[in-house]
């Protein structure tokens, strides 16, 4: 699921909202970064009381990233030491309704000690860039009902938080049932 950064730190008055803290920066993630986006997962994991992935999972999250055809991409925030400190996992999916491609955010994570520093922004609005460069109609993604600073700080730059749908799933044991009862 998508969160954001949680809280956004005041920041000085003369700073604009969406600039990057100095030395800080966001680019596509690199073979080598991934490790260090596997452990911010974890910890996104932890933040959201879920199953962090096993090593198992993490060693198939790396060769996916790698493929070449990935099912999902990942861009990272670094601080200024190069050290990464955020990440955001998405991919591209497609609206029948509007007969056009979607950008859908699976994960957005800044570690606690780099908030407040633009990095949950930059990301989200380098994906809407990206979005746009690809031709997609929307740009999607879930929160989770009990993060209302991440809704606070999604509905700050536009999105709208719907209510009215509910994130419907299928896994384990009930999705093998389902599958089976062909």
């Known amino acids: 699921m998508a969160t954001s950064d949680g809280r956004q730190a005041s920041a000085p008055a003369?700073?604009?909202?969406n600039a990057l803290a100095e030395g800080f920066k966001v680019r596509s993630a690199l073979p080598g970064d991934l490790p260090s986006v596997v452990a911010l997962m974890r910890a996104l994991a932890?933040?959201?009381k879920l199953p962090a992935p096993d090593d198992e999972a993490a060693a198939r999250l790396i060769r996916d990233a790698t493929s070449g055809d990935p099912p999902f991409h990942v861009l990272v925030g670094e601080d200024p030491s190069g050290a990464v400190v955020a990440y955001?996992?998405?991919f591209t999916t497609y609206s029948t309704f509007l007969a056009k491609r979607s950008l859908y955010l699976e994960d957005l994570f800044v570690h606690p000690d780099a908030r407040g520093r633009g990095l949950g922004e930059?990301?989200?609005?380098?994906?809407?860039a990206l979005a746009l460069d690809?031709?997609?109609?929307?740009?999607?993604?879930?929160v989770l009902d009990w993060n209302v600073d991440a809704q606070r700080f999604y509905k700050r730059l536009?999105?709208?938080?719907?209510?009215?749908?509910w994130t419907c799933r299928l896994e384990g044991d009930a999705l093998a049932a389902l599958g089976a009862a062909r």
């Open 134 to 142: 690809r031709g997609c109609a929307r740009f999607d993604w879930c």
């Open 88 to 90: 955001a996992a998405y």
């Open 14 to 17: 003369e700073k604009s909202r």
């Open 158 to 165: 536009g999105a709208e938080v719907h209510s009215s749908w």
């Open 46 to 48: 932890d933040y959201e």
């Open 122 to 128: 930059a990301l989200l609005r380098r994906l809407a």
